[in-house]
């Protein structure tokens, strides 16, 4: 993106940036008074502490919150004048000619992931970022102009935000195609457990199955996302194993609490 009145060979700025920090701050009081009534819902229920059903509410109220954000400002980004990605010297990345239909399937994959865009899109603007299409699979690319030692390019529902995309037109095309992959399990995982689901299941999977073993990306395609083939096993270390112990304690814990309040009850 950009300041208004500061044109790039991107070529794009929103004309709502300056709105941006006010529509954050009240939406996500919203999401508190909501924390409010998720607690008051849940003030009779005999196994949560005061502590924890005000942490319930808080984390509750702060979702809905970003829920809301999302989805105002995805309806206020106007990206229907965002160019065609190319690299710098102005070389099309071998898009152009294959604009994807919208089909069915796509427009369901953008309205599910709706709120998740728009926060990615918030992010980009609020930092400036310079956003274009990639119109083989209908995909918006927002990119950071300097390089940032240790970024990783993250996708989030119909954008990915990366530090840096190749300069080469072929391999940024079969990078943002990589990405644009990701967007059906966003959609997915968000119609299955809400908005925050993929990226939960994704962290667990990539905790067990790191890099090029992580399932998402194999059914993104590991070549085209910059992986090189590394085995199929899951990674079995201390911090794995702990996890592990500490999953199987906490549930044994909780069955026996469950057990004793039952027995109290009967």
Known sequence: MGRSGSP?????SHPHSRAAAHLLFWLLVAGVLGAAWWWARGRHAPLRSTAVRVVQGVLAGLAVGAILVGTVWRGLTDLGDAPVCAAPPGEEWGSTAQVVELTPSLFAQKVATWPETGLAMLYADA???TVCRYAAADYYVAVVPVAEAGKRT?????MVLSPRFPTVPSEAAELAEHESHHRPQWA??????GPAAFPVAYGVDDFFFPGARNHFERLAGLESGGYVE????PV?????????SAAALGAAGLAVRR????RRAG
């Open 8 to 12: 790039s060979w991107w070529g794009y």
């Open 127 to 129: 930092r400036g970022l």
């Open 154 to 158: 993250v996708n989030f529902g119909d």
């Open 188 to 193: 997915v995982a968000t119609l299955l457990a």
């Open 230 to 233: 590394e085995g199929h096993a």
């Open 236 to 244: 079995l270390g201390a911090p794995q194993v702990g996890v592990l």
């Open 259 to 262: 057990r004793r309040a039952a």
